[in-house]
């Protein structure tokens, strides 16, 4: 028997990553198997409503709530707590006239973030849930002042949320909290642990794939970092290897956008490197061609949950390099990357030069390690991983 499930997405977009991607995606794989009512934003009915696929539109309806654009114009943090309470008084009448037997809140998918759903008297699911993951001090502390205000304010966030009542009253309310990392679950109290799952937010559709034109070049090795130029994601770290590295036959393809762009052009000028390009932001189908042309993706982040780029980097049979640390550490294992434990920068940058220089000179390696990168999504890490997962916690 089907349940009856009401979904609370502030984000929900179709073809899209991030938080729009779960809130579409998680809903849709729900629907395979249950009746599901999912609530958002008004603003983003056009989109949905052209891309709801047909064998899903008679368990899958959408319901939506204004949003306040004054609010938005402020912080899209303060439009998504006034779209909560604006959401929770609006879902109080649905249930007059629905019977739902669970309710989900989805996105954002934060446990510092504030939801009300569960004062409406039903089983509450809250997640899959991040927060928990940081940068370690020792990184950011040679940051730029404002790109270290944040990772101060995160460490004090972690360190009280146990008094935090937000996050205790949904805690204590909650029938089941999904967390997508270790790190989030150290969050909560330890009498909470036995209505914890961990289950990372993010698949692949794997089919997307098919279509990428390979034209694969066997000269030298080609190294590529797709993600946004900003401080925790840490891609300056990359041009301080490559300095080491330029008098090899290894490239460097950077693709994307941000505050670290400036100092990242300074260095390659300093250095006077030849074999690193950076893109900008381009075209989702030229930067999947780009990848697949590649030999090895770098990820050099400090702190993820599930990541995109990660999981297609690896699905195109990419080699891997990354961090040992909470999203990344559960995407990976030791058999499809090569994962990284360092206390600070310099011994960041020593290890990077060194799984490079492996792969560099070992190619049966690195063949080897990007096969598994891709079995490792394909079994793992794909939308119906999810589908059955959400079948599983309703029978529970």
């Known amino acids: 028997m089907k349940n009856n499930i009401l979904i609370s997405a502030f984000s929900c977009l179709p073809n899209r990553g991030s938080e729009p991607g779960i809130g579409w995606n998680w809903a849709l794989s729900a629907a395979k198997t249950q009746n599901v009512y999912v609530l958002t934003r008004t603003k983003c009915k056009d ?56 309710v989900m809140h989805l996105t954002f998918g934060n446990v510092f973030l504030p939801t009300f759903m569960h004062h409406l008297n039903l089983p509450f699911i809250w997640g899959p849930l991040g927060g928990g993951e940081k940068v370690d001090y020792n990184f950011y502390k040679n940051f730029s002042f404002k790109d270290r205000v944040p990772h101060i304010l995160k460490d004090i966030l972690i360190k009280t949320a146990k008094i935090n009542p937000f996050v205790l009253l949904a805690s204590k309310k909650a029938k089941l909290i999904i967390v997508r990392t270790e790190d989030t679950k150290k969050i909560f109290l330890k009498k909470y642990y036995n209505k914890i799952d961990l ?25 590529i970092y797709t993600g946004r130029l900003i401080a925790f994601k840490n891609p ?38 030849k074999n690193v390009k950076l893109y900008g932001e381009i075209s989702r189908e030229k930067c999947l061609k780009l990848v697949y042309n590649s030999d090895v993706f770098l990820f050099p982040s400090f702190r993820e949950c599930g990541s995109w780029s990660l999981m297609e980097a690896m699905l195109l049979g990419k ?6 640390r909470n999203g990344m550490k559960m995407v990976t294992d030791d058999d499809s990357a090569i994962r990284i434990d360092a206390k600070n920068q310099e011994e960041l940058i020593d290890e990077f030069e060194k799984a ?11 063949i080897e390690i990007g096969l598994n990168a891709k079995k490792r999504i394909e079994n793992n890490f794909n939308w119906g991983v999810i589908e059955k997962y959400i079948e599983r916690i309703l029978k529970n």
């Open 47 to 102: 989109k949905i409503e052209k891309n709801i696929p047909e064998d899903l539109k008679k368990n899958l309806k959408f319901i939506y709530c204004d949003s306040s654009k004054k609010m938005r114009s402020i912080s899209i943090y303060l439009e998504y707590i006034f779209w909560q309470l604006s959401a929770y008084k609006f879902a109080k009448k649905l249930c007059r006239e629905i019977k739902f037997d669970y």
């Open 199 to 223: 289950m990372l937010e993010t698949c692949i559709e794997l089919k997307d794939y098919d279509r990428i034109l390979k034209t694969k070049s066997n000269e030298g090795l080609n190294l």
């Open 236 to 273: 300056v770290v990359l041009i301080d290897v490559m300095n080491r590295l330029k008098n090899k036959k290894i490239f460097l393809h950077i693709i994307g956008d941000g505050n670290q762009k400036n100092l990242m052009l300074k260095k390659i000028k300093e250095y006077d490197l």
């Open 319 to 324: 080699a891997v390099i990354c961090l040992n």
């Open 356 to 366: 490079i220089l492996k792969l560099y000179s070992d190619k049966s390696f690195l």
